[in-house]
């Protein structure tokens, strides 16, 4: 017959009352909190943005141009100015040019009176302001003055009147010629027309 050892677990207890010579000091621990701060990494990252090509044009059509004057005896020389509002929207920075040519100052009719082909001109350069709203860059212009619109019967070549070299005459921006018109005291009294054509070309 097997034979079964019953052990026991004791336990031993000791009341320690306050005064008692085996008091122990109670302990007292101190306990520090650390706190581990680990920097975020960094991400990089990209901004993009497309800006897409406008065009070359006129902002609206050139305006017609008015002289007046009341002969008195004597040559005179009437000014009228042109504002030309041009829009380089391109970004490409290839600058443009304005060209200009015209028919002959006539009255018309069977026996019509005429104006010199050289009586139109710019004796010095035309100015160049941006636009309300716009921040351009005023074109660079390398025409020399004075400037002689071509007339004739028939319209000759035009020429340059005012260029934008390249890299300038970008946004928007007014070109104002202030255009000279010789009228010579034998001229005819009447009203003259002339049929003029300016152009805005790319390039400089």
Known sequence: MALHTLRRRTTSTRTIRPGSAGRR????????AAVLVVPVAAVAATGTATITAGSLGFVTTPPNVSFSATLNGLDQTVTSTQALD??????????????GTST??????????????????LTAAPTDTCDASATCTVGTNSVTYPYVLPAGATAP???KLFNAAANTGLGNQTITPSWKLAVPASTYAGTYTSTWTISLVSGP
């Open 157 to 159: 070549t035009a020429t």
């Open 86 to 99: 041009i829009s380089d929207a391109t970004g490409s920075g290839t600058g443009w040019n304005l060209t």
């Open 25 to 32: 000091a109670p302990v007292v621990a101190a306990v520090a």
């Open 104 to 121: 002959t100052f006539t009255t018309g009719g069977g026996t019509p009176h005429l104006l010199a082909t050289t009586a139109t001109s």
